[in-house]
Every structure is written in C-alpha cells, then in structure tokens.
C-alpha cells in the first residue's frame, strides 16, 4: 500500500464509526445491525444499553443453508433478513434502528433491509 491511500475496509470502518456516533440502539428501538462479508451476511438485534444481543440471523445457519443451493447473495440476504424480523418479532421487537455498518444501501444490505421491513420490522 502507498503511503497516504486509504483501503475500502479503512473507509468502510471510518463510516461505520461515524454512524454508530449517532446510531443507539435503546430497549424500545435495539439496533439492527449489519455485517456482509464476501461470502456470508449476519444480522443481529442488539440492545446497546444492557449491551445484549436479542435476536440474531446469518447465512450460515442450517434454516437458511437448506433453503440456499445455488441462489444469488441478494436472495439468501433476503431468507436472513425474513429470519431475523420473524424472530425479533416474535421476541416482541417492533420497531429497529437500522445499523448498515458503513455499507452503501444498495444491493444485499437493501434486500435484508427490505424483507426485515416486509416480516414486520419499522425503521
């Protein structure tokens, strides 16, 4: 790396650090937060004040891994993002703050933001 160059996961963390300043997530609205790597995406339900996590949905579990076989990554973002809203809902969470992670909102992080919006999430 040049010296003064900044990589894409340098920048990326500069913007997660800078939304998560203003991005709490409280018991009446925990924080839905966002992490895709290459391969995989992960989504937690997160109660910053107690500092718990309440819910959590990834790629990896066997609920979506039997439901993946050969599927693009927006669709098996869109399986984690039904999960995770099933879940949180069903653990009496309504409303979310929505955490990207410094990620643009285009592509898989808006296909599980979409699908946690359409199983009943509100952010």
């Known amino acids: 790396m040049v010296r003064g160059t900044k990589t894409n996961k340098f920048r990326r963390n500069a913007r997660h650090i800078r939304v998560r300043r203003r991005i ?3 018991s009446a609205r925990p ?3 966002i992490f895709r790597s290459l391969s995989h995406v992960y989504a937690q339900v997160i109660d910053d004040t ?3 996590t309440l819910v959590a949905a ?3 579990e066997s609920d ?4 993946v076989d050969g599927k693009p990554k927006v669709e098996v973002s869109k399986l984690v993002g039904a999960l995770v809203a099933r879940r949180a809902v069903e653990k009496g969470v309504s409303t979310v703050v929505f955490d ?3 990620h643009k909102y285009h592509g898989r992080i808006k296909a599980l933001a979409d699908a ?3 199983g009943g999430l509100i952010f």
Do not use: D, P
Request: hydrophobic fraction near 30%; charge should be positive.
């Open 58 to 60: 990834s790629s990896l």
């Open 31 to 33: 924080r839905l937060a």
């Open 24 to 26: 709490k997530g409280i």
């Open 100 to 102: 990207r992670g410094g």
């Open 116 to 118: 946690a919006r359409q």
């Open 64 to 67: 979506v891994r039997t439901q």
């Open 50 to 52: 107690q500092g718990i």
